[in-house]
């Protein structure tokens, strides 16, 4: 095992993948673009990965709303990714999780498995807060493990096949989420109705 500590040697996790033969799997609640037009080293390490030749490389974020609803999230880095594989015909393919009924309400992983058997287990963001300099956090550790590998393999490759590549396939998730607004909204406009029409007869 092999400590990870954010940021004194979140460096680490690049280098993990950087290691990388045959796969890299890759579970993240989000990965974000840096300021100031940096690349981001984690996810540039992952596509020089699929880039080498011979490493599958399968990523899954999360389809929460906020982590979907916005302008430059999780949708719009799955369909950069997917747009860099296709555009260089890499062996990458990046997915959104299946959330709701009978699955996770969320994801909020922060885990890399390289070859089936390094494992990262952390709570170190891919954004610009955890690894340069920002937060200061016993961030995780690699275990070195064909046993864990196989163990976390199968519960990704779960999580695979009940992701989604596309936004589009999300309806059922993203409505329900704004019915539940929008009743929510409701419910408050009708209290406040019914707060004015009981002061106005206490007039």
Known sequence: MTPVLAPDTASLIPALIETAERSVDIQ?????????????????ATMDAARRGGVSVRIILDSYWFNTEGK?????????????????NLPMEARLARIGSGYPDKVHNKG????GDMV???????NENSPPSFNREAGG???????????????????????????????????????????AAGGVVLLLIIGYGIRRRLR
């Open 112 to 115: 890399v498995i390289v070859d």
């Open 28 to 44: 993240q609640a989000y990965i974000s673009n840096w300021t100031k037009g940096a690349p981001n080293p984690y996810l540039e």
């Open 141 to 183: 550790v690699i275990v070195e493990s064909p046993e864990a590998g196989a163990y976390f393999s199968a519960v990704f490759s779960k999580d695979w096949e009940d992701a989604r590549p596309l936004r589009d396939d999300m309806t059922a998730e993203t409505d329900d989420t704004s019915l539940r607004q929008a009743i």
């Open 120 to 126: 990262l287990i952390s709570s170190v963001n891919w």
């Open 72 to 88: 430059n999230d999780n949708d719009e880095m799955i369909a950069h990714i997917n747009a860099v594989a296709a555009a260089e």
